[in-house]
C-alpha cells in the first residue's frame, strides 16, 4: 500500500525524457528555453522534447550548448493562443505545438508533458488524446497552494477541470491528492480536508455529507490522515495537506485568493510611496521586500498537475518567467522519476473498490 | 422606479432608533459601547436600545453622558457565545441579549439591528423572528469587499445564509444587491456580475445560465448594468458593484481571501524582520505600513447585512473593535435612515413579477 518514493520503481532506472511545449505562455519559447536551462543546470538526468517553432528553438538553444545536446526538437506549424476556445483547439489543433507535446507522452516517448500554454485548451487536448485513466470518472487538476506547512505547499483539487463532483468524485480526487502528495511533495501521511462552509459533519450539501463518510472509510486502508471538513480559512494552513473540492469551488477560492494577494501586492507598493521616510523605509528593506512580493506574486504558484489521465500533463501558469517554468519542470521530472502516473492509477483502482477485492500492491 | 437616496421618504424624518446587542464578539461590550460613543460622537441624531448585562452596560456608560441619555437599557440574563450552535441558540435562545435585540426590530421599536455575535445564531433568530419578506425564498448575507471601486467596496452576497441557490434566487440577490449598492453606497446604478469560472456565457453550471439570462432581461427595468460572468478574481475589481452568487461558493471564497490576506500580514511581519536594514526600514515606514495592516486585516471588512427579511440586521465582525463596529452602526443607521427594508421589498416583488403587472414605483 505504501508509496515511498524512495522505493525504487521499474522507472526509476528509465531515462527520464519530458515534452515540452514552447510556444505557449505570455513570454513565449523565450522563457521556456530559460527555464529549460535553469533546470538543466541542477540536474542534467533528462532528455527533452520541445515542440514549437524549429527556427526560434534553434536560434535560443544556441546559447546553451549543452542543454541542446539533450534536446530533440519537433517542428510546428502553430501555436495555441492564450485566447483559443478548447473546442476550436479540439477540432483545429492538430498542427499546434501543445498538440505535439501530448502526442509524445500518448505514443510513451515522453513521460510528462509540461505547457505554459491556455488551461482549457491543454485539459481538453489532453483528455482527448491521453484518455481517462482506468476507473477515473472526472480527471481533476491539483495545484499548489502556498502554505504554512513544512512542504510550504498543500495541494488543491480539482480547480476547474470539471465544474460538478459526486461524492464518488471526491473520493477519487482525495485518492489522488494522497498520491500526489507522496511523489510530488514528499508527505508520507498526507491530511485531507474536504472543502465546506462549516466544520461541522451534519452541515453542507448532501454529497459533501456522503463524500465525507467514504473519504473516512479509506483512510487507514490507504495510509492518509482524514481530518474531515475543513472552511476556506483553512487552505493555506498548517491543519492539512490536500484540501478536496469540486472543480467550480475550487476554481472560485483560487482565483478570490489570487485577486487579494494582487490587491496587496498594489495596496504594499502605494503604501511606500506615501511619505518621505515611507520610501527612505522601502529602499532599506528593498531585498527582503522583493523577496516577499516575488513570494505573493500569484503568478509563481506554479505547476498545476493534471490527474487522472494516462500520462502526467504540468500546466505552468501562462505568466511564468523562466525560474518559474524550471519549477514547473522540476515537478514534471519528480513525477515521472517516480512512475507517479502508474502509481496513481493502482492507488485509484484499488481504494475505489470494496475492500476486500484489493490485492495489488500500490 | 429610481431609489434616489436623497429622496425625501416616509420614514427619512422618523427618528432613527438602532437596537443593539451589547455583548457578541471577542472583545465584549467594552468594544461595542466604545463603538456607540465613536459613532455618536459624529451623529446624535439617533437613539439605541442597548441590549444586555444592565450593570456592565450602565457601568461602561457611564464615561459617557451625553450618549447615555440616548440609550434604554434592556437587562438580558444571557448571552450567545462565539461557539453556540444556531439550533440550540433557537431553542433556548430567549432570554439573550441577541434574541432581544431582534425583538425591538420585530416590534418596531427599532429600525434595525447590529449585532457583533455568531453569524449562525443570528441568522436563525433573524429568520425565526422576523420572518422571510413577502416574494423572498431565500435570504442572503451581503458582505462588502474591499475594492478598487470609488466607492471602496463591492457587495457580495449570498456569502452564507443559505448553501443552495436557484436561478430565480440569484435575480433575487442581484435585486437585493442593487438596492443595497444604492442604500447602503450610493451607486446610482450599479454594476451586477455573476460569479462563475469562467466568463463566456455558456459556460458553468444550469442555473447560472438561467440566472445569466433572468438577470440580464430584468436590468433596464431596474436600472442596473448586467456584466454577465465575472470571476473569482474580478471581485475585488473595479468591473463590477455587486457579486452574486450562491451561499456555498461565496463563504468559501471570502474564507480563502480572508486566509490568504491574513497569510500576507505575517510574511510582511517576518519580512521587516530579516535583516537589519529591514528592520530600520520598517521603522522608518511604521506609520505608512500601520495603516495597510489595517486595510489588509480580515476583522475589518466590517457590516454584513441580512437581506429579505421583515427588518434590517447587521452582523458586525465577531473580532471587530471600536473603530469597527461604529463603522457597522453607521451602515446600520445609512440603512435605517434610507427605508431599506421597505425598498427592498418593493424592489425584489416588482422584480419578480412579470414586467407588466409592476406599478408601482419603488
Known amino acids: 500500500m505504501s508509496e515511498d518514493i524512495n522505493k525504487v520503481s521499474p522507472n526509476n532506472t528509465e531515462q527520464i525524457v519530458l515534452s515540452i511545449d514552447a510556444m505557449g505562455g505570455d513570454l513565449g519559447a523565450t522563457a521556456v528555453i530559460a527555464g529549460m536551462q535553469v533546470f538543466f543546470k541542477q540536474n542534467q538526468d533528462v532528455k527533452f522534447i520541445v515542440h514549437g517553432d524549429e527556427v526560434e528553438i534553434k536560434r535560443l538553444l544556441s546559447k546553451y550548448s549543452s542543454l541542446s545536446s539533450s534536446c530533440e526538437i ?26 505535439s507535446s501530448i502526442e509524445s507522452v500518448r505514443d510513451k516517448q515522453a513521460q510528462a508533458a509540461v505547457s505554459c500554454g491556455n488551461t482549457g485548451a491543454l485539459m481538453a487536448v489532453s483528455m482527448i488524446r491521453l484518455r481517462k485513466a482506468p476507473g477515473i ?16 505547499s498543500n495541494i488543491m483539487l480539482d480547480v476547474g477541470a470539471d465544474i460538478r463532483a459526486e461524492a464518488s468524485d471526491l473520493l477519487q480526487y482525495a ?18 480536508g474536504l472543502l465546506n462552509v462549516g466544520t461541522e459533519e451534519h452541515k453542507g450539501r448532501v454529497e459533501l455529507k456522503e463524500a465525507h463518510e467514504r473519504i473516512a472509510e479509506q483512510a487507514e486502508k490507504a495510509n492518509y490522515e482524514f481530518v474531515g471538513f475543513v472552511e476556506g480559512g483553512d487552505i493555506p494552513s498548517d491543519k492539512v495537506d490536500v484540501i478536496v473540492t469540486d472543480g467550480f469551488t475550487g476554481n472560485v477560492a483560487l482565483k478570490a ?5 494582487t490587491q496587496v501586492r498594489k495596496l504594499l507598493r502605494q503604501t511606500f510611496k506615501q ?34 489521465l494516462n500520462g502526467t500533463v504540468v500546466k ?10 524550471a519549477a514547473a519542470i522540476n515537478l514534471a521530472y519528480r513525477l515521472a522519476k517516480n512512475d507517479f502516473t502508474g502509481r496513481l492509477a493502482a492507488r485509484v483502482t484499488s ?10 500492491k500500490t
Chains 1, 2 share one sequence.
Open 74 to 99: 519537433r517542428h510546428c506549424d502553430e501555436a495555441v493562443g492564450m485566447d483559443d476556445k478548447p473546442s476550436h483547439v479540439m477540432r483545429h489543433g492538430k498542427n499546434t505545438s501543445m498538440w
Open 175 to 192: 485518492l489522488m491528492g494522497v498520491s500526489y502528495a507522496r511523489n510530488g511533495l514528499d508527505v508520507k501521511r498526507p491530511r485531507i
Open 351 to 360: 481504494g475505489s473498490a470494496p475492500a476486500e477485492t484489493v490485492t495489488s
Open 137 to 152: 470518472n472526472r480527471p481533476a487538476i491539483a495545484i499548489l497552494w502556498p502554505s504554512e506547512n513544512p512542504q510550504g
Open 257 to 261: 485568493a489570487e485577486g487579494t494577494a
Open 316 to 325: 505552468s501558469h501562462g505568466g511564468a518567467d523562466a525560474n518559474g517554468f
Open 275 to 308: 511619505t518621505p521616510l515611507a520610501m527612505l523605509g522601502a529602499l532599506l528593506a528593498y531585498g527582503a521586500l522583493r523577496k516577499l512580493s516575488i513570494k505573493i506574486d500569484p503568478r509563481r504558484s506554479n505547476g498545476g498537475v493534471f490527474l487522472g
